[in-house]
């Protein structure tokens, strides 16, 4: 069965700081690996993905995310937040199938 | 370029009224369709999806329906609506087994009061 896991469902940055949301999976297959990004009473925008090409993945707006297979893990990172990135963000994992999981969700603030 | 449509963008109904939200999709073929819906504050709840014409599968028990008269059509429906489900609905497409993605149209706030 496939997962998702996001730690902290609020996460708080200064505008330039570094901003780091976490995420987990549980899959039992190789998996395909989203971060989707919602602005307020919008639709969900892709990131970025991992479809087993390079671990280091990089997507819009400056923001990257590593695949680590030994940690289950597929962090987002931006090196310095921008207010624009106030945003909730959703992780998702694929068992190449017809369904995607996501987690619960990160609600990111940025404090000018 | 492949594009999604869903409408109405907002609509407020009374408890107990009809509900019909579509979502169209263009520029694919046999896409896999998708209906969500989010409570305030809440995560994305998968109500149905669909992988072809007169297909669907549901993954929550509850008042909605959904159905795909076409292609690249997706309907959700309720014969009476109760206050809650009131939330976000959004709709979204991928193709099957790739990675893909999906892609989400606008989303469409549904309050009943």
């Known amino acids: 069965a496939q997962s998702v896991t996001q730690l902290g469902s609020h996460v708080s940055v200064s505008e330039g700081a570094l901003v780091l949301l976490r995420c987990n999976y549980s899959?039992?297959?190789?998996?395909?690996l989203f971060w989707y990004v919602q602005y307020p009473n919008q639709g969900l925008q892709l990131l970025l993905k991992y479809t087993s090409a390079a671990t280091l993945v990089k997507g819009i707006n400056g923001f990257e995310a590593e695949f680590k297979k030994s940690e289950t893990s597929f962090h987002l990172t931006k090196p310095s937040a921008h207010m624009s990135d106030a945003a909730e963000y959703f992780c998702?994992?694929?068992?190449?199938?017809?369904?995607?999981?996501f987690g619960t969700g990160t609600s990111l603030t940025v404090i000018p | 370029s492949q594009t999604i449509h869903q409408w109405p963008a907002t609509l407020v109904q009374p408890v107990g009224s009809p509900l019909s939200l579509e979502c169209t999709v263009e520029g694919t073929s046999n896409p896999n369709l998708y209906w969500y819906r989010q409570a305030a504050g809440r995560g994305l709840q998968l109500l149905f999806y669909s992988v072809g014409i007169g297909q669907i599968s549901s993954e929550v028990p509850q008042n909605l329906s959904a159905s795909r008269p076409q292609d690249r059509q997706f309907i959700l429906s309720s014969k009476k609506l109760l206050l809650s489900d009131s939330g976000f609905y959004l709709c979204a497409w991928t193709v099957s087994g790739a990675g893909y993605g999906y892609t989400f149209g606008s989303g469409t706030r549904l309050t009943v009061v």
């Open positions: 998702a994992v694929s068992d190449r199938g017809n369904q995607f999981y």
């Open positions: 899959s039992s297959v190789p998996p395909y």
